[in-house]
């Protein structure tokens, strides 16, 4: 029912003044380029998410709501489990993780591309929307690229074998997308020389998957990883790029 903000490598979060009402609960988050946080708002009823309100709350990074943003009915009736939004401002999210549907900035649905098995989604940072997903065989995970709306399977990166979802897309340095899981770490796929390489492994993260509660990636290259342990809750802070200590 809260919202909070925490400064990297802070230990105090503060509660922002956004009141969330009972009939709404957050489904999902994305952080834009600007530092503006958009929040995948539904509809909640017994305890569970439906359909009938889905809205983006833009927070910019003050922590100040400054947008709310109604979906049209073609896009409430989606339950995603991805979300993305590029540099045009477009959102992009799938349904029981199929196809990927593109939304524009007041909530309309603008296109559909059919995929099926889903696992990730994330813009890089030539601004090409990249999507992971499970191959026919079911035997491992494959990249794609999505250039004016025509996706293309992207062969120079096939992904090593996971136990877990490639649940997450960002964007690395120039031409990079950072691919992430949980048990195979986090990939660098460089769309210009088209070279996949292991950035990190499950080794170097300070916990399991099973205690991974959190993740993502900050501005300056470094990984955040948020785990518990003896009923304590940490922040890792792991670099991309550089020495690690």
């Known amino acids: 029912r809260s919202l909070y903000k925490i400064d990297a490598e802070d230990s105090i979060f503060e509660q922002l003044e956004i009141a969330i009402p009972e009939e709404l609960g957050a489904k999902n988050m994305i952080v834009d380029s600007d530092g503006n946080c958009h929040i995948l708002m539904m509809s909640v009823k017994d305890n569970r998410l439906s359909y009938e309100t889905m809205e983006m709350?833009?927070?910019?990074?003050?922590?100040?709501?400054?947008?709310?943003?109604?979906?049209?009915?073609?896009?409430?009736?989606?339950?995603?489990?991805?979300?993305?939004?590029?540099?045009?401002g477009f959102y992009y999210m799938d349904s029981f993780g199929k196809n990927i549907y593109q939304i524009d900035g007041q909530g309309k649905l603008c296109n559909t591309v059919e995929i099926e098995s889903v696992e990730g989604i994330g813009v890089?940072?030539?601004?090409?929307?990249?999507?992971?997903?499970?191959?026919?065989?079911?035997?491992?995970?494959?990249?794609?690229?999505?250039?004016?709306?025509?996706?293309?399977?992207?062969?120079?990166?096939?992904?090593?074998?996971?136990?877990?979802?490639?649940?997450?897309l960002y964007p690395g340095r120039k031409n990079e997308v950072l691919i992430f899981s949980?048990?195979?770490?986090?990939?660098?796929?460089?769309?210009?020389?088209?070279?996949?390489?292991?950035?990190?492994?499950?080794?170097?993260?300070?916990?399991?998957s099973q205690d991974m509660i959190?993740?993502?990636?900050?501005?300056?290259g470094r990984f955040v990883c948020v785990y518990e342990k003896s009923e304590e809750t940490y922040f890792s802070y792991i670099p991309i790029y550089g020495e690690r200590k």
Do not use: H, R
Request: hydrophobic share 35%; proline share 3%.
């Open 57 to 88: 709350w833009i927070v910019d990074s003050q922590g100040t709501l400054v947008e709310k943003i109604d979906f049209s009915d073609e896009v409430k009736i989606l339950n995603p489990f991805c979300l993305a939004i590029d540099q045009d």
């Open 124 to 168: 890089g940072e030539d601004g090409i929307l990249y999507i992971t997903a499970t191959n026919q065989e079911g035997s491992g995970c494959d990249l794609y690229g999505l250039v004016q709306n025509e996706l293309k399977k992207i062969t120079e990166a096939e992904l090593p074998l996971s136990m877990a979802k490639y649940s997450n």
């Open 182 to 208: 949980e048990t195979s770490g986090v990939l660098i796929y460089d769309s210009e020389i088209k070279v996949l390489q292991q950035a990190l492994s499950d080794n170097d993260f300070p916990c399991s």
């Open 214 to 220: 959190g993740y993502g990636m900050l501005a300056d």
